[in-house]
Each structure stands twice: as structure tokens, then as C-alpha cells.
């Protein structure tokens, strides 16, 4: 590497760290409110960034950043409001500002820049063992910091904090591992995310000061950088959650302008409706995570829509709030019985309807996870994936853009079960899953078509485009080696891709997309086809 280039990587460096202050102060305020003195400090790390950009010639850090100020400055000019639009704005640039320099084709892709993510610390008494850990979860595009001693990761923390620690409980001697934890997380005000090492198996009290400690995992004899890397995805995800979607459905304008402004001023998205016939068609566009519902509209009452909505499958698991001035105790719970998961009487102080909206968006979330996701890789399953194709699908003819799909399938799969167990096999898949989910943005949607195939639902993006981008993830998913006997294993993949054309339906692009993936099997595996 040049000398210039070198100054270029620095620069970028130092622009990335602005950009990651930005990241967690916005962060800060999706999981309160959105109160002055957050909404200052946001400013504040925004114009740092784009003084930082500007300086240092990394135009698309500037350009986000002079986004963010102007979606700040439409805030102001709304008296401190937020409005569900600017929400959605900000959400969107806060994701594109969190993948920038990790996904290829980027335009800084060239200046070769670290993930925008924390590193995570890995203190082990071995350190070859924390070395061999620390390669693997490079592949995955995580920066992982080797801590040799308990000086050396005090003095780590001192200057930086990690997105998740691995410490051996025996990390400097017999149980000090588990004291060092306490000792960092005393006057923490957010705790650190924490998984704990042995090497054997511990007793109870040993697991227990783990768990006091603020330990959320703890691994035996072993730990591999998918299974790491696949527990600190699940603890740190709602940091990174989208914001929250509700649908009111409320007659009165006045009633529903007034929940709208409450539930935006927590950085929630809403869409009020004023015409309950008008819901179906809205809830198919809008897909929120809740709806409020008033009890008593002129054309139908609250119980009646809630039993229309409850018909359709898609909505059997959408929480519905009942939101009305009625206090008699036997119809509200007459009106939970039909279809509601909770009843809130007018007027309701401002923080009992964010706090209660919040919990059960959070749980519905959490239980369609569990509906519509394959339980050993966390993607969405294949009957999900085809729903989200078409959904895909309609906003790319409605909007006039490419939307391509692609079917991956792992080569040579049995012979890794045959040769190696199906343990094996089952970490590969969940190895490939990870490294999609890592390396491919977050508005594309990956499915687990059935055993060791999968989906990729790619909107915006045409074929040859979506071609580059998982070519270059063979490419490197091609270089992970598992530790096994009596040799290492390296597995490949196949690929298809076709892009939706007109006259094209889903079913039409899946067949094509599968004939691609069968041209790139019969022409040599480990290659990625266009139809």
C-alpha cells in the first residue's frame, strides 16, 4: 500500500469514528424518547461528522451527514416534532450510514475500511485458541481484539468500548475472568453484552457468579466464530431494530392526531386511518406492528373490525389495542375477548401508551421471529421468503425499479454430512447464513429454501449488479476453513440469479432463478449463473 493510500485509510478511520458516535447516539434515542437533550447531542455528533467528511474528502459521509441535518432541521421547524416521514428518513440514512465501507460496490469500498461495527474482545487463556477465533470472525467482516492480560484489556477498555466481550472465566487465573467482568460493569449505566469461556464444565456457583457478573452466554470446551457471532447478533439486535410501525384506526381526527404526535415523539412510525373500510388494503401496504384501535365509529364498532382483521392469516398475530373513553369493566373485557390483546382508557397519560405500545410491538415482533424464521439459521423460511418476493415484487412495478432474486445452494452438501456428521453440515449452513446476513444489506431479504439451499430477495437491484455482489461472497465464503478431523473442511456454493421482468410473475422469476442455479451446477458448482 502506498504512502497516499495509507493517509487515505487513516482519514477514513477517522471519519468512521464520527460516524459510529452518530450511530450510537441514535441508537440512545429509539429506546426513549426523543427529549431536547438527546436530539442536541445528535446534532452535535452530525456536524462533527460532516466537518470530519468535508476535511477529509470522504464525500458520502458528507452527503449522509447533510441529510441527517436537514431531516434534523425539518424537526425544528416543526417545534421539536417528529413526523412519521421523517422518522422513516432518518431510519433510513442511520442504516445506510451503518453499512457504509462494508458492502462491495460501496463508494468507499476502495479505501478498504474496517467494519463500521465494535470490534469484539476476545480475552482466553489460550491465546492460539483466541488467535484462531479472531481469524475466523475476520471472514465474517468483524474486527475481533486478542487481549493477552488483564492489563491489556483494562487498557482496551479504558480507551474503547466493545460490542460484546468473550472472557474465559480462568483469564489470568483460577475464577479471575468472572472478577474482572464485575469489576468493568460496576457504574456501567448500559451493561456490556458478555459471554463466558471454560474450557470444562463448571459447577452451579461458578455459572451463577457468571450470570451476576452480567454473563448472557456461557460455552463449554468449545467456540466457533458463526455460534459466537450468531449469540451477539441476538443480543445486540435491538439496538439495531427498525422502528416500530402502528396503524391507528380512529374516526375522531382530533383523537388521532394527538396519538400520532405522542407515539412519533418516540421515534415511532404511524399511519392513521379515518375510514375503517379503508384498513385491509392499508394494513397489506403499510404491514404495521400494531394497531390501535377506537371502540366506537360510525360505520362499524372497534370489535367488528378487529373480527375482519383477525380473519386473514397474515394478521392472526398483529397485537390490537383497543384506545376509547369506555369505562365500564364487562365491555372492555367483552371487547379483548373478540380479537384485542389489551384495552387503554381515554385520556391515557403519555408514557402508560408509549410504554404499552412498545411491549407488545416487541413481543409481536419477537413472536412472528418465531413463525416466519427457520429455527437453526435465524432467516426467514421458505413459505415467508416467497410472501416477501411478492410484496418485493409489487413496489418494484408500482415504483419502475429492478428487483432481482437468487437461489444459493451449498456444493457438494452430503458428502459433508457423510463425511464429517450432520453437526457439521448443520454449522456450515448456519456458517453461510451469517455470512449473508453479514455482507449483504439490510433491505434484502434471505430465506432458508429448504436444507442446504437458500433465497435472496434483492430490491433495487438488477441482475448483473446482484451478480457482482454475491459473487464476491462465494469468492470469500470459499476461504473459511472448520477445524476438523482428519482435515479441515472448505465448502463452495452455487448460484442463480434472475430479475423480474414485465409480464414476469413470482412464480415465473423463482423457475428462472432455479434454472440458473441448475446451469451453475451442471457448469462446474461454485459459480454464480444469470438467466
Not at 245 to 274: C, F, K, M, P, W
Not at 289 to 308: F, N, S
Not at 332 to 352: C, N, V, W, Y
Not at 470 to 481: M, Y
Request: with cysteine; charged share 30%; proline share 4%.
Amino acid at each position: 500500500m502506498s504512502g497516499q493510500e495509507t493517509l487515505k485509510q487513516h482519514f477514513a478511520q477517522r471519519v468512521i469514528h464520527q460516524a459510529r458516535e452518530v450511530l450510537e447516539v441514535w441508537q440512545r434515542l429509539q429506546r426513549g424518547e426523543w427529549e431536547p437533550a438527546g436530539m442536541a447531542a445528535l446534532q452535535d455528533a452530525t456536524a462533527r461528522l460532516r466537518r470530519s467528511a468535508e476535511r477529509f474528502d470522504q464525500t458520502e459521509h458528507s452527503r449522509l451527514a447533510g441529510q441527517i441535518e436537514d431531516c434534523l432541521t425539518d424537526i425544528e421547524d416543526n417545534r421539536g416534532r417528529l413526523s412519521s416521514d421523517t422518522i422513516v428518513s432518518l431510519s433510513q440514512l442511520m442504516h445506510r450510514l451503518g453499512r457504509t465501507g462494508l458492502r462491495h460496490g460501496d463508494p468507499l469500498e476502495q479505501l478498504f475500511l474496517p467494519p463500521l461495527r465494535k470490534p469484539v474482545y476476545l480475552a482466553l487463556s489460550e491465546s492460539e485458541r483466541a488467535s484462531r477465533l479472531s481469524q475466523q470472525l475476520e471472514f465474517f467482516g468483524v474486527a475481533a481484539q486478542v487481549h493477552a492480560s488483564a492489563d491489556q484489556f483494562a487498557a482496551a477498555m479504558r480507551e474503547r468500548h466493545p460490542a460484546a466481550i468473550l472472557m474465559d472465566v480462568d483469564f489470568g487465573g483460577p475464577d479471575l475472568g468472572v472478577r474482572l467482568i464485575e469489576h468493568i460493569q460496576q457504574g456501567l449505566e448500559q451493561k456490556l453484552p458478555v459471554l463466558f469461556f471454560s474450557h470444562d464444565e463448571r459447577d452451579t456457583p461458578t455459572r451463577l457468579a457468571a450470570v451476576r457478573a452480567g454473563g448472557l452466554e456461557f460455552f463449554t470446551g468449545s467456540v466457533d466464530a458463526s455460534s459466537l457471532l450468531e449469540k451477539i447478533e441476538d443480543l445486540t439486535r435491538s439496538a439495531h431494530n427498525d422502528p416500530y410501525r402502528v396503524l391507528i384506526i380512529d374516526d375522531s381526527r382530533a383523537q388521532a392526531t394527538h396519538t400520532e404526535r405522542v407515539l412519533n415523539s418516540a421515534g415511532i412510525i404511524t399511519r392513521t386511518l379515518l375510514e375503517p373500510f379503508e384498513a385491509m388494503a392499508t394494513l397489506s401496504e403499510f404491514q404495521p406492528d400494531l394497531i390501535i384501535l377506537d371502540m366506537y365509529m360510525p360505520d362499524c364498532v372497534g370489535t367488528e373490525l378487529a373480527k375482519v382483521i383477525r380473519q386473514h392469516e397474515r394478521y392472526v398475530s398483529v397485537p390490537i389495542i383497543y384506545l376509547s373513553a369506555e369505562d365500564d369493566i364487562d365491555k372492555q373485557i367483552d371487547a379483548m375477548s373478540e380479537g384485542g390483546d389489551d384495552f387503554l382508557t381515554k385520556p391515557i397519560k403519555t408514557r402508560h401508551l408509549i410504554a404499552t405500545v412498545r411491549t407488545r410491538a416487541s413481543r409481536a415482533r419477537n413472536l412472528k421471529a418465531r413463525i416466519v424464521r427457520d429455527s437453526l439459521t435465524g432467516l426467514y423460511n421458505h413459505t415467508h421468503t416467497l410472501q416477501l418476493l411478492e410484496d418485493a415484487s409489487f413496489r418494484a412495478r408500482r415504483e419502475g425499479q429492478p428487483l432481482s432474486f437468487a437461489m444459493l445452494d451449498i456444493d457438494h452438501f452430503k458428502r459433508v454430512n457423510d463425511e464429517y456428521g450432520h453437526p457439521m453440515g448443520d454449522r456450515v449452513i448456519k456458517s453461510l447464513a451469517l455470512f449473508l446476513k453479514q455482507r449483504l444489506r439490510k433491505t434484502d431479504q434471505i430465506g432458508r429454501y429448504g436444507g442446504e439451499e437458500f433465497a435472496v430477495v434483492l430490491p433495487d437491484t438488477d441482475a448483473r449488479a446482484a451478480g457482482d455482489v454475491l459473487d464476491e461472497i462465494r469468492r470469500r465464503f470459499a476461504e473459511i476453513h472448520y477445524p476438523a478431523k482428519p482435515r479441515d473442511l472448505s465448502c463452495t456454493f452455487s448460484c442463480g440469479i434472475a430479475e423480474l421482468a414485465p409480464g414476469t410473475d413470482v412464480k415465473a422469476l423463482t423457475q428462472q432463478a432455479d434454472e440458473a442455479l441448475y446451469r451453475a451446477k451442471h457448469g462446474g458448482r461454485n459459480r454464480v449463473e444469470l438467466f
